[in-house]
């Protein structure tokens, strides 16, 4: 048996790089799963691939008609949900704040924070029809500290911290609980790739070598986290916040003498 029996999972960003690897995880332990997303190309096929219990769904998480929907899909489908992944996210291409498109900050705050808010409101009520559940928010170690020219993102990250515990105390009597990932520099297209009106990318000129794991994050280090706040063994963890960052924000490492 799986841990998500009978369950279902509804996850944002569902077909990217983080957003798959949750998916699939939620998938080999039993859930029904709802990828949700605006890359419907894409989504369908790691529905298809995936085959029995997986659906696809449209959804753009700044239009709260589009959440509605995608939420309405995940009970048509399966009857119920249970869990719901705030996946999906943007970053912004690095530039000072006084040089910061306004356009670029609504962009960043619409989707991370915006689609995060609209996300919980859409989905409590399923949530509360099947007698309760889980909401994990994934945000960013940049929601723990500041990161030059990357004020948009890093604001938006640090937002969905407060909303996070606001949910939280909000939701607990209804036995859903609401928790927030920060990931660390995860190998994913987001890092390799430059984000939009960006000429370089984060991996680029990031070096993990420094730092007490000297790797990049994998997605899976991630998902194993998230399963675990997602099940009945995380009953008694709500409002908490949880660093994947291979000891990033510990600062620098020890470096020992070879021999």
């Known amino acids: 048996m799986g841990r998500f029996d009978d369950q279902t999972v509804l996850v944002t960003g569902g077909a990217g790089g983080q957003g798959s690897s949750h998916v699939r995880a939620f998938h080999a332990e039993g859930a029904n799963v709802v990828i949700a997303g605006i890359d419907a190309d894409r989504g369908a096929a790691l529905a298809d691939e995936l085959g029995t219990r997986a659906r696809s769904t449209p959804l753009d998480v700044t239009d709260e008609s589009s959440w509605s929907a995608a939420v309405r899909a995940a009970e048509d489908a399966f009857g119920s949900l249970h869990v719901l992944v705030n996946n999906a996210g943007v970053q912004n291409p690095p530039a000072l704040i006084e040089s910061t498109d306004p356009a670029t900050w609504s962009r960043i705050l619409d989707v991370n924070l915006t689609g995060t808010f609209l996300g919980i409101r859409a989905a409590v009520p399923a949530l509360r ?3 309760g559940g889980a ?7 940049m929601a723990l ?5 990357y004020a948009p993102y ?7 911290r407060g909303l996070t515990r606001t949910a939280a105390l909000e939701l607990g009597r209804d036995d859903i609980r609401v928790n927030t990932i920060h990931p660390g520099v995860i190998a994913t297209p987001f890092i390799h790739e430059p984000a939009a009106g960006a000429t370089t990318a984060i991996a680029d000129v990031y070096s993990p070598e420094p730092f007490a794991i000297p790797r990049l994050g994998e997605p899976t280090d991630v998902t194993g986290l998230l399963l675990f706040l997602s099940s009945s063994e995380a009953s008694f963890v709500t409002g908490s916040e949880y660093v994947v960052d291979g000891g ?3 600062g620098p490492a020890l470096q020992r003498e070879t021999a």
């Open 248 to 250: 990033l924000l510990l």
């Open 135 to 141: 909401i994990v928010n994934i945000a960013s170690t």
């Open 154 to 160: 890093v604001a938006s990250k640090w937002a969905v």
């Open 129 to 131: 029809r099947a007698a």
């Open 145 to 149: 500290g500041g990161t030059a020219q």
